[in-house]
């Protein structure tokens, strides 16, 4: 007689996989999502110590300001909706453009007078494969979405549409999520920019004050 008990099965019993779903849906809301904020907040802290208002200055900060929207509003989209062949191709497509969009940044930076320094590197490497850690378990938690998206939603009616998500996060979550993008993302890059502008208008005003200068000494 086999002294090896059975595994208890039933509705009540979670399987493996619910586990492992369980655990990544977790890992995603409150580790990898708040946890995108450091990175986001030490670039910040690095263009500021090498003085981008007077290297690159706006169109840098402003590619900056591009590639954060580019990833905020997919974020924004799978907060509110559900994961579909819709959602995943605004995923896709995000993930794609902030892509071609960091080169376009470090291109901008490295052709400046700003340095780029191994550190602000370093980080630049978490910002851009952030994203794809998130997209890739969403797809691995959202398999059949995903093969979905591959046959073009043919067996989905909803497939090309928002769905709201059946159970909506709790207010406090998003509310805690809006906090920190507003402390860690738009004040210290809204900072940078009107940094930027500031020193942009600085350099332009002794230019302006000498061709009057010299217009007056020719009149």
């Known amino acids: 007689m086999s002294l090896r008990r059975s595994r208890p099965t039933g509705p009540l019993v979670p399987r493996p996989g619910d586990d492992v779903a369980d655990a990544t849906t977790r890992y995603l809301l409150y580790g990898l999502l708040p946890g995108w904020f450091v990175p986001g907040l030490a ?4 263009h500021r110590r090498t003085r981008i208002e007077n290297t690159s200055g706006t169109k840098e900060s402003l590619i900056h300001a591009l ?7 997919p974020i924004a989209l799978t907060l509110r909706y559900e994961v579909n062949p819709l959602l995943l191709a605004v995923q896709l497509g995000g ?26 590197q370093h980080i630049h490497s978490f910002l851009e494969s952030l994203p794809f850690a998130a997209l890739t378990s969403l797809m691995c938690l959202h398999s059949d979405q995903v093969k979905s998206l591959v046959h073009g939603g043919r067996s989905d009616p909803s497939a090309w549409r928002f769905v709201p998500r059946r159970r909506p996060l709790s207010r406090g979550y998003l ?8 402390a860690c993302v738009l004040l210290p890059y809204g900072e940078e920019l009107l940094r930027c502008r ?5 350099r332009g005003k002794p230019a302006k004050d000498e061709t009057t200068w010299q217009a007056a000494q020719g009149g």
């Open 43 to 46: 670039d910040w802290v690095m």
């Open 67 to 73: 590639m954060m929207t580019e990833v905020g509003i």
């Open 95 to 120: 993930a794609a453009v902030h892509e071609a969009t960091a080169l376009w940044d470090v291109r901008t930076a490295v052709r400046s007078e700003r340095e780029v320094k191994p550190i602000e």
């Open 175 to 182: 509310a805690g999520i809006a906090a920190g993008i507003g």
């Open 198 to 202: 500031r020193a942009a208008r600085t």
